[in-house]
């Protein structure tokens, strides 16, 4: 087994072991390019860390995490968790219940509102309608959720006790398919997503469109795999693209992603990761993550409270320092300099407002 099979074998083995002890606790307390963006999203939690440092659990609350995979997918909910968990550290009571399905959404709302919860995070687009129906019983209650509005719902209409983060992460995206666009060899690159959600649809569609622009001569194939829980499925989708040429695979699908990781590292293939830095996973594959600082965003939840600030819409992207490509580890000399400097650019003119990506909720991929 190489070094890389062994990394990923022992992160799974822990992954496996944590499972086990989150679910006995699920319902109780319980690069220049990459440098640059990496130092924005550090900054701002740093603030942010800082700002609650002051307040020390001013006032302690009860806070829950809903989570819509599993707290050990090293990525979306993994760094969700993490936040919930320094909001502990700083006094707060919390809970959580993890790989919620969507029909359990509203009843785990209305349970934790209905004992007394000061914030009930549901961490997922998913979570936006049953937020929406729950809230007006307890508006006492702070709702967040970490996605866009429901459809057919506008700003005007959010209750004063809920709030949304419609985050532009499919900015992140463009910035990785420029650096995948300048990478290929092949000109075939593989893409595994999960749920057929706008958050996802959007990531995507901002991929394909940065390797249109950057290497017109590429192609990105695409999965949906309707679910973020499935490794095997994962897998399954990454193996075929490996089969059809694709030298790199980019995942966006949580856990169902830790099977595409496991399969890009059988095979020597070029990873892109997505939630958090996965660089540990494959250290010499993983050329950089698609990610928003969901500990971060957390985390500010309670400030927001705090400070009277809670609720609305709130559109986070790039630069803001939220959504970030990470870090390119044991590819910063392998990636090339252009490419670097046409990712340094894209983030200078998306903070600047030059360079606008577009959020398409259409399938532009070539569809498996």
Excluded at 26 to 42: D, F, H, K, M, R
Excluded at 191 to 196: H, N, T
């Amino acid at each position: 087994m190489n070094k890389t099979m062994k990394c990923v074998a022992g992160l799974l083995a822990l992954c496996a072991t944590l499972s086990l002890a989150a679910c006995g606790g699920s319902e109780a307390s319980s690069s220049e390019a990459a440098s640059s963006q990496a130092a924005s999203s550090e900054a701002a939690s740093s603030e942010a860390a800082s700002s609650q440092e002051g307040e020390t659990a001013a006032e302690s609350l009860r806070i829950a995490l809903l989570l819509p995979g599993s707290l050990n997918d090293g990525g979306w909910n993994a760094n969700a968790y993490a936040g919930l968990k320094e909001l502990e550290a700083q006094g707060h009571e919390v809970a959580f219940t993890e790989s919620l399905p969507i029909s359990s959404m509203e009843e785990a709302f209305n349970n934790y509102a209905a004992n007394g919860f000061d914030l009930i995070i549901g961490h997922g687009f998913e979570f936006g309608e049953p937020a929406m129906r729950v809230a007006p019983n307890y508006p006492d209650t702070k709702f967040f959720v970490s996605g866009k509005l429901p459809d057919g719902v506008a700003e005007e209409d959010i209750p004063e006790n809920v709030g949304f983060m419609d985050m532009r992460e499919y900015e992140a995206a463009y910035l990785a398919g420029i650096v995948a666009a300048g990478m290929t060899e092949s000109n075939v690159i593989g893409y595994v997503a999960g749920l057929e959600i706008p958050s996802q649809l959007s990531n995507m569609a901002a991929f394909v469109t940065a390797v249109n622009e950057y290497n017109p001569d590429a192609k990105v194939y695409g999965v949906v795999s309707g679910n973020f829980e499935d490794p095997a499925k994962g897998q399954e989708a990454a193996m075929a693209q490996i089969d059809m040429g694709a030298d790199i695979i980019v995942q966006t699908a949580d856990s169902t992603g830790m099977g595409a990781i496991e399969a890009a590292v059988a095979k020597g293939v070029k990873l892109i990761g997505y939630g958090a830095d996965q660089y540990e996973l494959a250290p010499d594959l993983m050329m950089t993550c698609i990610v928003t600082d969901n500990k971060m965003v957390v985390e500010d939840q309670a400030r927001r409270i705090a400070e009277g600030t809670f609720g609305g819409l709130w559109h986070p992207g790039v630069a803001d320092g939220v959504c970030y490509i990470t870090p390119y580890h044991n590819f910063e000399d392998k990636i090339p300099q252009e490419v670097k400097d046409n990712v340094n650019d894209a983030i200078e003119r998306i903070k600047s407002g030059d360079l606008v990506v577009p959020e398409i909720l259409d399938r532009i991929d070539n569809k498996m």
